[in-house]
C-alpha cells in the first residue's frame, strides 16, 4: 500500500521540518566541542560523537522519499539503519559510562577507541546484514528494511528495535543505580552538592527521550509485522514526527550544561553586536561550569 502524495507530503513536510531543528541543535554540539577546547571532556567527547550519528540520522531523513528499488532508496535504508541504531548505542555508552564512574569508581577515558568501534563500528556491520538479502526497500514513506518477506521482519527486530528496547532497558537500569548510588553516596551530609543535584533531574530523560522517539515508531512496526501490506497513514506521521526530534533532544538533555553555555557566553562577549544574547546563554549560578581541564566523569563531575 502507498500514501496519496498529500500524505506523503504532510510526513516529509514535519519530517524535514523537526529534522532541520535536530540538525541545528546537533550542530551546535559539535560546534562547541571543535572551537572551545575546555570542553573536550572524555563525557562531552561521547556526546559529540552521538551528535555526529545524530547528524547521519538526519541526512537520511533529508533524503525524502525515494523510490522503490532505486540505489538511493537503498542507500537511505542503509544509512538509516546504521545512523539510528548508532545514536541508540552513544546514549548506551554514556549511561554505561556513568554508571563504571559513580558505581565502580572506574576511569574509562582510556576507553575511546572501543566506544567508537561499539558506537559506529557494530552498527556499520549490522546495517550491511539486510544487504545480503536485498531488504532495504520503500516501507510506505521512507525506505528501510521492507516487511515483505520473513528475512526483512527478522532484519527489523534483530538490528534494530530488539537492540533499541535492550538499549532503553540498560539505560533505565544504570540511571536507577546512579541516582541511588548518588543519594546513598550524600545521605549523611547537610545537603547534596547543586551539581549532583542537576545530575540526578537530568538523569531520568535519558531514557525517557528514547521512549519518546520511537514508541510509536514500535507501534508501527507491530502493526506492519502483524498486517503487512496495509500501512496506516498515522502511525507512519506519528513514527516521523516523534523520531525526528531525536537529535534536537539529545543536544538539550545531553549538551546543554553550564560548561557549555559559559563557553559560549564568554565567545558571545567578544563580540560587541552579539553582547545582548550573554545574559540569555549564560547558566544559572546553580550551573557551575566545569573547570578548564577538569573531565567530568573521571572526578564525579558528570553534570553531562
Same mark, same amino acid.
Given at each position: 500500500m502507498t500514501f496519496t502524495s498529500t500524505q506523503d507530503s504532510l510526513i516529509l513536510?514535519?519530517?524535514? &521540518?523537526? %529534522? #532541520?531543528v535536530s540538525f541545528i541543535g546537533a550542530s551546535l554540539i559539535i560546534v562547541s566541542y571543535v572551537l572551545f577546547p575546555p570542553l573536550r571532556t572524555n563525557s562531552f567527547t561521547l556526546v559529540t560523537l552521538m551528535s555526529l550519528a545524530d547528524i547521519f540520522v538526519i541526512i537520511s531523513y533529508f533524503l525524502g522519499d525515494p523510490t522503490s528499488g532505486t540505489?538511493?532508496? &537503498?542507500? +537511505?535504508?542503509?544509512? +538509516?539503519?546504521f545512523a539510528e541504531l548508532s545514536s541508540i548505542l552513544w546514549s548506551t555508552i554514556i549511561a554505561w559510562t556513568l554508571y563504571t564512574a559513580v558505581v565502580h569508581r572506574r576511569d &574509562?577515558?582510556?576507553?575511546?577507541? /572501543?566506544? !567508537?568501534v561499539v558506537g559506529f563500528g557494530v552498527p556499520f556491520l549490522l546495517a550491511l546484514f539486510p544487504l545480503t538479502t536485498t531488504s532495504y526497500d520503500n516501507t510506505g514513506a521512507?525506505?528501510?528494511? &521492507? #516487511?515483505?518477506?520473513?528475512a526483512g521482519q527478522l532484519? =527489523?527486530?534483530?538490528?534494530?528495535?530488539?537492540?533499541?528496547?535492550? @538499549?532503553?532497558?540498560?539505560? %533505565?537500569? %544504570? !540511571?536507577?543505580?546512579? =541516582? *541511588?548510588?548518588?543519594?546513598?553516596?550524600?545521605?549523611?551530609a547537610d545537603e547534596m552538592p547543586k551539581k549532583y543535584k !542537576?545530575?540526578?533531574? *537530568?538523569? /531520568?530523560?535519558?531514557?525517557?527521550?528514547?521512549v519518546f522517539c520511537w514508541f510509536w515508531g514500535t507501534v508501527n512496526r507491530l502493526q506492519n509485522a502483524f498486517n503487512p501490506g496495509n500501512e496506516v497513514f498515522w502511525l507512519y506521521f506519528m513514527q516521523a514526527f516523534f523520531r525526528s526530534t531525536?537529535? @534536537?533532544?539529545? @543536544? !538539550? #538533555?545531553?549538551? #546543554?550544561?553550564? %560548561?557549555? =553555555?559559559e563557553e559560549w557566553a564568554r565567545w558571545l562577549s567578544d563580540r560587541p553586536r552579539m553582547g545582548w544574547l550573554v545574559e540569555k546563554v549564560r547558566p544559572p549560578m546553580t550551573e557551575a561550569p566545569v573547570a578548564e581541564g577538569e573531565d567530568d566523569l573521571s572526578t564525579d563531575e558528570t553534570v553531562l
Open positions: 513536510g514535519f519530517t524535514l &521540518t523537526l %529534522s #532541520a540505489g538511493l532508496c &537503498t542507500f +537511505q535504508g542503509l544509512l +538509516q539503519q &574509562t577515558s582510556k576507553m575511546l577507541h /572501543k566506544f !567508537v521512507w525506505c528501510w528494511i &521492507t #516487511a515483505d518477506d520473513v532484519w =527489523r527486530w534483530l538490528i534494530f528495535y530488539g537492540p533499541l528496547w535492550s @538499549a532503553i532497558g540498560f539505560n %533505565s537500569y %544504570s !540511571v536507577y543505580i546512579v =541516582r *541511588k548510588g548518588l543519594k546513598s553516596a550524600f545521605a549523611g !542537576v545530575l540526578i533531574n *537530568k538523569l /531520568k530523560w535519558y531514557p525517557i527521550i528514547l531525536q537529535g @534536537a533532544l539529545n @543536544a !538539550v #538533555a545531553y549538551g #546543554a550544561q553550564g %560548561s557549555v =553555555r
